[in-house]
């Protein structure tokens, strides 16, 4: 492999090849210094031909080539099994000095082949993944909403909403993880140019294993001004039946930016984050929306002395909860609605009222009927009193 996972991998087998390309060798053999955080447990040959090791020390190892004799033109092949478990991780690569000697005088041009440096690199692998819940997940606002339902704050006339986060860190293995950051990001602002919505009131890493970065909104209390005419405000409630989403993904959107450094987890250990803000609802009021998705996205990043596994568990996660507006207008916009459809059935009525005096609806000519119908009768009588005659 083309490093060592620490804590993923209890053992690992140095295989050696050691050959003879001259004469007879006498007391050939094999010295091994290694690190005094892994530990030595067996050897194995391939083929019987006498070979023996033993420690001398703690982290050196002598082992003993077909004694007496090396024979000439040979190889053997041995592999020294070493317990890797209890490795620190302080020093970045573990490494594994082999010399081989004999008894027998060697030339010194023939001596670079007589020492063997091993150097494998030591990473904390790690598969992380992070989980959050948000509570409540919708709430409903608006002026009909009864204001105990939210919190006011000391001297301040806004309500807010209270919302709650809980993420939750997980390290699966197969190290430990030395360290890492976890960011979250929650849209802001419902324009690029308007009032920040949320305060952040307390955020908590579980059992003190790390710190967030402090937020402090200067004014959490931002009612913003209505600078539209009353004709304006009646067109958005009518209007007021669309969805809008806040998404920090979407370019150009503001977001809140928390930054959790966390300390070292064990595998299978988990980290808990929990952030409490306050939602000011006074700036809800203002969009034309009638539900407002806020989506918050939390990543997390492993320390630089550690790798994540190839396809493992995701490290990004992403919550939605809903602000759901109650659709009932201010009592003003109420009145002007009434108002404002009584003067528009008034002028219906007097522009039907034209369009039948247009039409002659209120221009009969009833002299001339009456007339007509005497005349009628008339004759009908006359016609009468002359058949009877005859």
Not at 73 to 91: C, I, N, P, R
Not at 105 to 129: A, K, Q, R, Y
């Amino acid at each position: 492999m083309p490093h060592l996972a620490l804590g993923g991998v209890r053992n690992v087998s140095l295989n050696l090849t050691i050959s003879n390309a001259g004469d007879d060798a006498y007391d050939t053999n094999i010295f091994l210094n290694f690190s005094t955080e892994v530990h030595y447990i067996n050897f194995w040959q391939r083929e019987e031909k006498g070979i023996s090791c033993g420690l001398v020390e703690l982290d050196f190892l002598k082992c003993s080539v077909g004694f007496p004799f090396m024979r000439a033109q040979t190889k053997y092949h041995l592999a020294v099994l070493f317990d890797t478990s209890h490795l620190s991780g302080e020093s970045e690569t573990l490494q594994f000095l082999v010399h081989t000697r004999s008894a027998n005088p060697e030339h010194e041009s023939t001596l670079f082949d007589n020492t063997l440096e091993i150097s494998i690199p030591l990473v904390h692998e790690v598969d992380t993944t992070i989980t959050g819940v948000v509570s409540p997940k919708s709430f409903v606002y608006g002026n009909s909403i009864d204001a105990s339902r939210f919190v006011q704050l000391e001297d301040m006339e806004c309500n807010f909403q209270p919302l709650n986060f809980t993420f939750q860190v997980v390290n699966n293995g197969p190290s430990g993880l030395p360290g890492s950051v976890v960011h979250i990001r929650i849209p802001n602002r419902l324009a690029g140019n308007g009032a920040d919505m949320f305060h952040i009131t307390d955020t908590q890493v579980g059992d003190a294993r790390g710190n967030c970065t402090p937020h402090r909104n200067p004014a959490p209390c931002t009612i913003p001004q209505d600078r539209e005419n009353i004709f304006h405000t009646i067109f958005a409630f009518f209007t007021k039946s669309g969805r809008r989403v806040l998404d920090c993904d979407r370019p150009g959107r503001a977001c809140l930016v928390i930054s959790c450094t966390l300390g070292s987890q064990a595998k299978e250990e988990a980290v808990s984050i929990d952030v409490h803000m306050l939602l000011n609802t006074e700036i809800l009021k203002r969009d034309s929306s009638s539900v407002i998705q806020f989506v918050t996205r939390g990543n997390v990043r492993v320390d630089d002395r550690a790798i994540e596994v190839a396809h493992g568990q995701p490290e990004e996660i992403s919550l939605m909860f809903e602000a759901l507006h109650s659709q009932e207008p201010r009592g003003y916009v109420v009145g002007w609605i009434i108002a404002i459809s009584l003067l528009v059935g008034i002028l219906i009525f007097l522009l039907l009222a034209v369009l039948l005096w247009k039409m002659g609806f209120f221009r009969r000519r009833y002299r001339e009927i009456i007339e007509a119908e005497k005349s009628r009768k008339d004759s009908d009588e006359s016609w009468d009193w002359v058949q009877k005659s005859q």
